[in-house]
């Protein structure tokens, strides 16, 4: 039996009496790549932040590895990546690195740390400089490097190829792939879908709150009837 990394049961969130989420309901396995897709506003984000404790739901449960979301020690087990990531201005990189390695208590080795922006397409030398300097793309490297170095169980990132250049986009998705062979959990959420049906072996769609699909990559396409990942998308959410 696979072990449950993220369970959703019944979730449901409304915003000023608008819904973002409902009756969500989804088992994530560990060891994974699992993809979250949808269009912009449709509940991607609002279901982060209820597995985060960001906001609360107003009916329903999570579990991360079996604890309820609410209780601080269930987080203990993953690292984050917000969409729009924007490290403190005045820390240089090394700086940004170390206080998030002591936040995940664990030991930053600088070796370690330089292997993994080399594998990123940052350069280590870049981690002298202040953060304010760098580029959106350096931003999100940093970003996923912090995450990386935790070493954790579970990576929860949303939207991780922002900004990234083809390179480094393609470099990301081979560590990605790496970390699933290691036996880590990876939930993040995308638009490119042609990096979901690449490299997940289930997604799901979510379209205005509601959860339409889940399953392969594969079983999206047949069961839509459609040629590729992309046109299945469409034809779900007309």
Partial sequence: MSVVALRFQGVSKAYSGTGALTDFTL?????????????????KTTLIKCLLDFCEPDAGTIEIFGVPHRQT???ARLAYLPERFNPPYYLTGRDFLQTMAQMHRVNYVPGIAEALLNELDLDPAALAKPVRAYSKGMNQKLGLAACMLSRKDLYVLDEPTSGLDPRARILLKRKLKSL???????????????????????VAVI?????????????????????????AFMALVA
Avoid at 27 to 43: I, R, S
Avoid at 180 to 198: M, N, P
Avoid at 215 to 230: H, M, V
């Fill in 207 to 231: 379209d205005r709150g509601r959860l339409r699909f889940a399953g392969t990559p594969a079983e999206l396409i047949r069961g839509q009837n459609a040629g590729d990942i992309e046109q």
């Fill in 180 to 202: 699933r062979d290691d036996g880590k959990t990876i939930l993040f959420t995308s638009h490119a879908l042609a990096d979901v049906e690449e490299m997940c072996e289930r």
């Fill in 73 to 75: 020690v269930s987080r």
């Fill in 27 to 43: 088992p994530v396995n560990a060891g994974e790549c699992f993809g979250l897709v949808g269009a912009n506003g449709a509940g």
